[in-house]
């Protein structure tokens, strides 16, 4: 990590591998996997050079603006309530930090590897936010689903090359027999999920509080097992542009209390520990709150900011021990004891969203 003094908060430049390094299997990038995700870093590490990431993250992020900009009554037909708004278009149902409802961004949410992943009527009761089949446009807006699917087959592909690598930094802290297996537990799950991000234009920077690093989206800690995010895009009038505030963007909170920006190139993928990996690695792997900062003054007015994040999670009956050492979710009491991904997204679910299946 470097840092950068030109600000109150500093500026971090991420950990980073390249591809190449990722996906030889004899290449040891413990030291890389522990300074990014181990108990000392910020839970976050970069992936660089991705073969034919650079086009698919352009394709899909430059449809954000036209998927917001459909009309309500298209997009009104592309929401499930049913599934608490976790399956295709999702505007002004999430709460933010105040509890008021999320209006300054719109959501798009599918799993990008099954359409349909099960066919089990009880399971879909249960659990319709994990359970429920995938909403497309194919009429209002048909090149989302191909793109969509694209980007997210490429980076759970490359996430679990990234898990390969965390199971065997965990190895060497834990017996063989006594850890579960991140890479298996991606693998055999149907429960991932992708979520392309549209933050509306601001009309009027000044209704935002200024000071505030949470400002675009509020203090959080993934709650799945390994996230992967693009770099933003923003754009005027769908027009790409520079991001004009440099102290836009995402902040993390460091284990020792530092809130710092991190930085990371638009040709890379990184990739955030959730709180199921800290459970499973018994605290090895550690997650990090982290929130977005939106752009701020003038020349933000009429800004766009569109990206896509990728939730790499364990299935829904998967059984989770909760230990004592691993901080979780302050608003979930859950020390010592069992629950599946199911169970424990519920609760965090009825936390954030007002309406319930």
């Given at each position: 990590?470097?840092?950068?003094?030109?600000?109150?908060?500093?500026?971090?430049?991420?950990?980073?591998?390249?591809?190449?390094?990722?996906?030889?299997?004899n290449?040891?990038?413990?030291?890389?996997?522990?300074?990014?995700?181990?108990?000392?870093?910020?839970?976050?590490?970069?992936?660089?050079?991705?073969?034919?990431?650079?086009?698919?993250?352009?394709?899909?992020?430059?449809l954000?603006?036209?998927?917001?900009?459909?009309?309500?009554?298209?997009?009104?037909?592309?929401?499930?309530?049913?599934?608490?708004?976790?399956?295709?278009?999702?505007?002004?149902?999430?709460?933010?930090?105040?509890?008021?409802?999320?209006?300054?961004?719109?959501?798009?949410?599918?799993?990008?590897?099954?359409?349909?992943?099960?066919?089990?009527?009880?399971?879909?009761?249960?659990?319709?936010?994990?359970?429920?089949?995938?909403?497309?446009?194919?009429?209002?807006?048909?090149?989302?689903?191909?793109?969509?699917?694209?980007?997210?087959?490429?980076?759970?592909?490359?996430?679990?090359?990234?898990?390969?690598?965390?199971?065997?930094?965990?190895?060497?802290?834990?017996?063989?027999?006594?850890?579960?297996?991140?890479?298996?537990?991606?693998?055999?799950?149907?429960?991932?999920?992708?979520?392309?991000?549209?933050?509306?234009?601001?009309?009027?920077?000044?209704?935002?509080?200024?000071?505030?690093?949470?400002?675009?989206?509020?203090?959080?800690?993934?709650?799945?097992?390994?996230?992967?995010?693009?770099?933003?895009?923003?754009?005027?009038?769908?027009?790409?542009?520079?991001?004009?505030?440099?102290?836009?963007?995402?902040?993390?909170?460091?284990?020792?209390?530092?809130?710092?920006?991190?930085?990371y190139?638009?040709?890379?993928?990184?990739?955030?520990?959730?709180?199921?990996?800290?459970?499973?690695?018994?605290?090895?792997?550690?997650?990090?709150?982290?929130?977005?900062?939106?752009?701020?003054?003038?020349?933000?007015?009429?800004?766009?900011?569109s990206?896509?994040?990728?939730?790499?999670?364990?299935?829904?009956?998967?059984?989770?021990?909760?230990?004592?050492?691993?901080t979780?979710?302050?608003?979930?009491?859950?020390?010592?004891?069992?629950?599946?991904?199911?169970?424990?997204t519920?609760?965090?679910?009825?936390?954030y969203?007002?309406?319930?299946?």
């Amino acid at each position: 990590m470097s840092l950068s003094s030109e600000s109150t908060v500093p500026t971090v430049r991420i950990v980073t591998v390249t591809y190449s390094e990722l996906k030889d299997s004899n290449i040891d990038l413990s030291a890389k996997i522990e300074q990014g995700f181990g108990p000392n870093g910020l839970g976050i590490l970069t992936v660089k050079d991705v073969p034919g990431y650079s086009l698919l993250r352009q394709n899909l992020l430059g449809l954000a603006p036209k998927l917001a900009g459909l009309p309500e009554e298209v997009k009104r037909e592309l929401e499930d309530a049913h599934s608490r708004y976790n399956f295709g278009w999702s505007h002004g149902k999430e709460k933010l930090e105040s509890g008021k409802l999320d209006m300054l961004k719109g959501s798009y949410y599918a799993n990008p590897l099954q359409d349909v992943p099960t066919s089990d009527s009880s399971e879909m009761q249960r659990y319709p936010w994990y359970c429920g089949s995938n909403i497309w446009p194919s009429n209002s807006l048909p090149e989302l689903e191909g793109a969509f699917k694209a980007l997210g087959k490429l980076m759970f592909e490359v996430g679990l090359m990234v898990a390969y690598h965390c199971d065997l930094y965990v190895s060497k802290g834990i017996k063989q027999h006594e850890m579960q297996n991140l890479e298996n537990i991606l693998l055999g799950s149907r429960c991932h999920k992708g979520r392309l991000l549209y933050y509306f234009p601001a009309q009027d920077t000044t209704t935002q509080k200024s000071d505030s690093i949470s400002s675009w989206c509020g203090w959080h800690t993934d709650h799945g097992s390994l996230t992967g995010l693009t770099r933003a895009i923003f754009s005027r009038n769908s027009v790409e542009v520079p991001c004009p505030d440099p102290a836009s963007g995402l902040y993390i909170r460091t284990r020792s209390g530092q809130v710092v920006k991190v930085v990371y190139g638009e040709d890379e993928i990184a990739y955030q520990i959730g709180e199921t990996t800290a459970i499973l690695s018994r605290g090895y792997l550690c997650a990090t709150p982290h929130c977005v900062r939106a752009p701020q003054g003038e020349e933000a007015r009429g800004l766009e900011r569109s990206t896509f994040a990728l939730f790499m999670q364990p299935d829904w009956d998967q059984k989770l021990t909760f230990p004592k050492e691993v901080t979780i979710h302050e608003d979930v009491p859950v020390s010592n004891c069992v629950l599946t991904f199911g169970e424990y997204t519920e609760k965090l679910l009825n936390i954030y969203y007002d309406t319930k299946p």
